[in-house]
Each structure stands twice: as structure tokens, then as C-alpha cells.
């Protein structure tokens, strides 16, 4: 019998990916929108609104649920935080895979395992700790992902913003300074699909293994596409005096374990 699995915000950029991987891995995969309806999600469902939320998930009676969708901006916390709370309730008895983010945390710490407690520095880190904790105390067995910068097709907002930079279609600079540990899409998108078929309970990390900063790894991108790193506008957070996470590398041991995806560093999968 094919297992049908729910993928909200199957949209966006990690929805699409798991939707086509679920395709290809013989699940049944429905995938829900806000704004506008895409090939790989068609029906409509508003975070927000626990009622709607209800609704949808009775509707389709998924066998698993993985729940990529945040809010449309990084300060909506009724749809990042509160939507995440929403899904968790009307998931009860299904199994539920929920997409935190490194952003939970300050920095300060630099490493961090899956027992690191968030302490986040700006409002998008605030509403992705509470939609954490939230899903935990809702659902106990859920697996709660937290996961870096995601790319690696050339679709990813860091491989735009950084042809944008050397073309000069957008102003700013890469951080010398902010470093991760980012993922390949690809990845993230089947160890998801893993866990949606799988038991683990609580909090893994699913990152890269290589710890990398936003500039050096928008110089990878533009050798990857043939463009010349030199263009690429450079500065630190030191420099403009901003307060946000610099060194957050999530640690990947317990995945490594746990998960038959290969979880490859950002110099693997961008080598061209």
C-alpha cells in the first residue's frame, strides 16, 4: 500500500525537493501552498489558522507529515511559530517531521549538539525555538530537525543572491564572518523522507559536515557557474557592527549514525 505523505509548504524551495524525492521513493506526495498553488503543491492551507489546519490534515489523512513551511517573511511568528503549534495538534497520531533551523541559537557556543538549548539573538531564531518547543511538547515522538543553509541545485537563495552580486543586480556584500555548516538540498530533502518513515524521536542535526562562512562559500558557488569570485562584495559583521549569529556549526555525528543519507560539505557538492 503507498504511504502518503503530507509536505507543507511544498512551494517553496525544501518542499519541492522533498516532494519530488517522496515521488521518486514511491510515496504519495500532496503538498500545500498559502499564496499560489504550484505543480507540487495544490492544496491550500493557511498555518495560521488552526482550523484550516484541522481541516486539511483530516481531508487528506496523511500517513506522515513533514512540515517545511514557515511564514512568508522572517517576522511572521503567527505562521512560523504559532503554525508549527497548529500542525503538531491536528498531527496527533501521525508521524510528524518538523524543519527547525540553526538560527535558534546565538553563537556564542560556536558547536552545537541535539541537546544545545536555543538561545536566539533576533525574532526568526525567537519563532523557530518556540515552534520547537512546541512541536515537542505537543508530540513527544516527533523528529525535530535542525538544519544550516540549504543550496546546491543553483536554485538556493545563497546561489541567487550571489549571481545577483557579481552581475550587479542586487546591493550588499557576502559575511566573512558568518559561518555554518550548510547542506545540500538534495540531502536535507532524503533525510526527511527517512525520518518520515522512521521512529526517531526528539531533536538531530542534519547539516553538512563542513563548517564554511557565507562569502567563501558564495566564491564556491561562482567557480561552480563559471563566474569570478573577485566581483563577490565582501564585508563582516564585526565591520557594520550587527548583531546576529556568527559561528554556529550544528554537529552531525548522531545523523551520521542514525541516517543512510550521505550528508555531504559544501566543497563536495559544489565542486561543479
Not at 517531521?97 to 526568526?124: K, M, Q, T, W
Not at 569570485?229 to 542514525?258: C, Q, Y
Amino acid at each position: 500500500m503507498t504511504r502518503r505523505v503530507l509536505i507543507t509548504g511544498g512551494s517553496g524551495y525544501l518542499g519541492r525537493r522533498v516532494f519530488a524525492r517522496a515521488a521518486a521513493a514511491g510515496w504519495e506526495p500532496i503538498g500545500t501552498y498559502v499564496a499560489a498553488p504550484a505543480p507540487t503543491a495544490d492544496v491550500r492551507m493557511d498555518l495560521r489558522d488552526p482550523g484550516d489546519v484541522r481541516r486539511v490534515i483530516a481531508e487528506v489523512a496523511p500517513d506522515a507529515i513533514v512540515h517545511t513551511a514557515s511564514g512568508r517573511d522572517r517576522d511572521d511568528w503567527p505562521a512560523t511559530a504559532d503554525g508549527a503549534a497548529h500542525v503538531a495538534v491536528a498531527a496527533r497520531g501521525i508521524r510528524l517531521v518538523h524543519v527547525s533551523s540553526d538560527a535558534i541559537f546565538s553563537g556564542r557556543e560556536v558547536h552545537y549538539d541535539e541537546s544545545a538549548l536555543p538561545d536566539p539573538v533576533y525574532r526568526y531564531g525567537a519563532a523557530k525555538a518556540a515552534a520547537e518547543t512546541a512541536v515537542r511538547a505537543i508530540d513527544p515522538r516527533a523528529a525535530v530537525v535542525r538544519t544550516s543553509l540549504i543550496l546546491g541545485d543553483g536554485a538556493g537563495a545563497h546561489e541567487v543572491l550571489t549571481r545577483d552580486l557579481i552581475a550587479g543586480r542586487a546591493t550588499g556584500a557576502l559575511f566573512t564572518d558568518e559561518i555554518r555548516t550548510p547542506v545540500h538540498v538534495d540531502d536535507l530533502a532524503g533525510a526527511l523522507l527517512e525520518l518520515a518513515g522512521g521512529d526517531h524521536a526528539g531533536v538531530l542535526n542534519v547539516a553538512g559536515p563542513e563548517a564554511v562562512s557565507r562569502y567563501d562559500l558564495g566564491v564556491l558557488v561562482a567557480r561552480r557557474d563559471g563566474l569570478d569570485p573577485a566581483k563577490i562584495p565582501a564585508t563582516s559583521l564585526a565591520a557594520l557592527g550587527l548583531r546576529r549569529p556568527a559561528d554556529v556549526r550544528l554537529a552531525i555525528g548522531r545523523a551520521g549514525k542514525l541516517l543512510h543519507t550521505r550528508l555531504r560539505g559544501a566543497h563536495e557538492f559544489l565542486a561543479g
